[in-house]
């Protein structure tokens, strides 16, 4: 019931493209949902992140799309770029719980 | 402002060689964070600091790795005897706060191999 499980596990995009990852969980419980972008050599860092009081939250080219009723979430990378070639992790938590859950990670590659 | 300092970047070690890691967390960030990550997966938590009190080990492995931040700021994490096994990047992490929604922030990590 802790595990978020997240696919692909690889994806490969045309520059320009949209990049789409999916995460599902069963925890009722959690109530944050960020997620985490990694390059190679370096720790991961926050990317984007949303709350279940809202359905969609967008920040530049980044959008967390929330499904509440089916307990899925995902990340859609608009106008995808070579310079997003990266892992990506969701993950999920909640205020009464301090670790946070992660999914297995997508190594996406966007193809000049 | 400077993020988390971890070093060294690398390690190689023969097994049953100890071995050492240090994080330097942002200022002001009260809980740090061990995390273990091998490849192609997320991370895994090993040992949650909160000041200078280790408030969660539970999956710490006790028998060959220790951990402490000494005055509530820097941390060592200590592996010995180490195993092939514990070949792995392990990650540090530091949050102002210690709630499930405050952001983590994650220095770059020393990636260990053992021989």
């Known amino acids: 019931q802790q595990q978020v499980k997240q696919s692909p596990q690889s994806l490969i995009v045309q520059k320009g493209g949209i990049s789409i990852i999916n995460c599902a969980y069963e925890n009722t419980a959690f109530d944050y949902f960020p997620w985490y972008q990694q390059f190679p050599g370096k720790g991961p860092a926050l990317l984007i992140a949303?709350?279940?009081d809202v359905s969609e939250k967008k920040e530049g080219r980044f959008t967390i799309s929330f499904n509440k009723s089916a307990k899925q979430f995902s990340l859609h990378i608009m106008d995808s770029q070579p310079g997003d070639s990266a892992t990506y992790f969701c993950?999920?938590?909640?205020?009464?719980?301090?670790?946070?859950?992660w999914g297995a990670g997508t190594k996406l590659i966007i193809k000049p | 402002e400077a993020g988390v300092v971890q070093s060294p970047r690398y390690k190689i070690i023969e097994k049953k060689q100890p071995v050492a890691f240090w994080c330097n967390p942002i200022?002001?960030?009260?809980?740090l964070y061990w995390y273990l990550q091998n490849l192609g997966q997320g991370p895994e938590l090993l040992i949650r600091y909160e000041n200078e009190e280790a408030v969660d080990d539970s999956q710490l492995p006790k028998d060959r790795f220790s951990a402490e931040r000494l005055k509530g700021v820097d941390s060592t994490l200590k592996i010995q005897p180490a195993e092939l096994g514990d070949s792995a990047v392990y990650l540090c992490?530091?949050?102002?706060?210690?709630?499930?929604?405050?952001?983590?922030?994650f220095g770059p990590g020393t990636r260990l191999t053992v021989l």
């Open positions: 200022s002001g960030h009260n809980t």
């Open positions: 992490a530091s949050s102002f706060e210690s709630g499930g929604t405050d952001t983590q922030y």
């Open positions: 993950a999920a938590s909640s205020d009464s719980n301090y670790q946070l859950i």
């Open positions: 949303i709350r279940p």
